[in-house]
C-alpha cells in the first residue's frame, strides 16, 4: 500500500483480525443507538479503482449482513435505479467523445436521482445501506483523473445528494497494472482511459483517505479475494466500534 494513504485507518495493521460476528454486533450496535447521526440508518460506502473487487466483496458482505437479519442492501451508481441503469450505460458503453463535463453531469443526475429516491428514504428508515461507488468516486475520477477539479466536482455532488455523507468509507487500494489486468479482456469506456488515468484515480484516493481518516478505512486489496475480505472485515468493524455513542 502506498505511504499516501498516511493517518488512514490500515485494515491490513491491525494485530486481531475482527470476524463476521464481530462485524455483525458492531452494526447491531450502532442500529440500536444512532446517537448524534443524521438518520438511524447506517450509510456505508465502498470505493476503489477498476479491479479492485470492491464489488465482489460488497456482494459477500451484503449476504452477511441478510442472514443475519440486519436490514440492510447492496446498492450502486450509476445504476441503482432504472434512470441510473440508462445513464451507467450512456456512460460506460456511449460514444467515445463524451467529454469530461457531460460525463459529471451525467453522474450528478443519477446521484441526485438515487439519493432523493432510494438512499435517504432507507436511511431514515432504519436500513444499513451499503453503496458500490459515491461521491468520493466523482472525485477522483472526474474531479482529478479528468482534471476538471476536486473541489468543483465535490460541490456538484453535495449539491446534487444535498450534502449526503456516509458515515464510513471502506477504500480497497491497489496497484492500477494491478486492477486492470483484473478488469478482463472487455473494458468499458472509462477502464480503456490508460494507465495514466487510473494511476491519478488511485492517489486521489489516498489522499481522501488522508484527508478524512475518521471515515475511510483503507484496505490492501492486492490479495486474494478471501484475504481481502478478511482485511475488510476486520477494517470496517473497528471503525464501527469507534462510532457507538458511549452509555451515560
Same mark, same amino acid.
Given at each position: ?14 494485530? #486481531? ?26 450509510? $456505508?460506502?465502498?470505493?476503489?479503482? =477498476?479491479?479492485?473487487? !470492491? %464489488? ?12 443475519? +437479519? $440486519?436490514?440492510?442492501?447492496? %446498492?450502486?451508481?450509476? +445504476?441503482?435505479?432504472?434512470?441510473? #441503469? ?12 463524451? =467529454? ?11 446521484? @441526485? ?10 436511511? &431514515?428508515?432504519? %436500513? ?7 461521491? =468520493? ?9 479528468? !482534471?476538471?477539479?476536486? =473541489?468543483? $466536482? ?13 458515515? /464510513? ?16 479482456? @472487455? ?11 487510473? &494511476?491519478?484515480?488511485? #492517489? ?6 488522508? !484527508?478524512?481518516?475518521?471515515?475511510? /478505512? ?5 490479495? %486474494? ?24
Amino acid at each position: 500500500m502506498s505511504e499516501d494513504s498516511g493517518q488512514a485507518e490500515s485494515a491490513g495493521a491491525e494485530r #486481531q483480525q475482527a470476524t463476521e460476528p464481530d462485524l455483525v454486533a458492531a452494526l447491531t450496535a450502532l442500529l440500536d443507538q444512532p446517537g448524534q447521526r443524521e438518520h438511524p440508518g447506517l450509510f $456505508i460506502t465502498f470505493e476503489g479503482g =477498476d479491479g479492485s473487487g !470492491k %464489488t465482489t466483496l460488497l456482494a459477500r458482505l451484503g449476504g452477511l449482513l441478510s442472514e443475519a +437479519g $440486519i436490514p440492510s442492501f447492496v %446498492t450502486r451508481e450509476p +445504476g441503482g435505479t432504472r434512470l441510473g #441503469q440508462q445513464l451507467r450505460d450512456l456512460v460506460q458503453h456511449g460514444p467515445e467523445d463524451v =467529454d469530461p463535463r457531460t460525463e459529471a453531469l451525467l453522474y450528478a443526475a443519477d446521484r @441526485a436521482y438515487h439519493a432523493a429516491g432510494v438512499l435517504r428514504p432507507s436511511l &431514515q428508515g432504519g %436500513t444499513v445501506v451499503l453503496e458500490d461507488r459515491f461521491t =468520493d468516486s466523482s472525485a477522483a475520477y472526474q474531479g482529478s483523473a479528468r !482534471k476538471l477539479g476536486a =473541489d468543483e $466536482i465535490r460541490g456538484l455532488s453535495n449539491w446534487a445528494t444535498e450534502n449526503l455523507t456516509p458515515d /464510513v468509507t471502506v477504500l480497497f487500494d491497489v496497484d492500477p497494472v494491478v486492477g486492470l489486468a483484473r478488469a478482463g479482456s @472487455a473494458p468499458d469506456r472509462l477502464e480503456r482511459s490508460g494507465l495514466a488515468f487510473h &494511476q491519478r484515480v488511485r #492517489q486521489a484516493y489516498l489522499d481522501m483517505a488522508q !484527508k478524512e481518516p475518521e471515515r475511510f /478505512v483503507v484496505v490492501d486489496a492486492s490479495g %486474494t479475494p478471501d484475504q481481502v475480505y478478511e482485511l475488510m472485515v476486520s477494517g470496517l468493524t473497528r471503525r464501527l466500534r469507534q462510532l457507538v455513542p458511549e452509555r451515560t
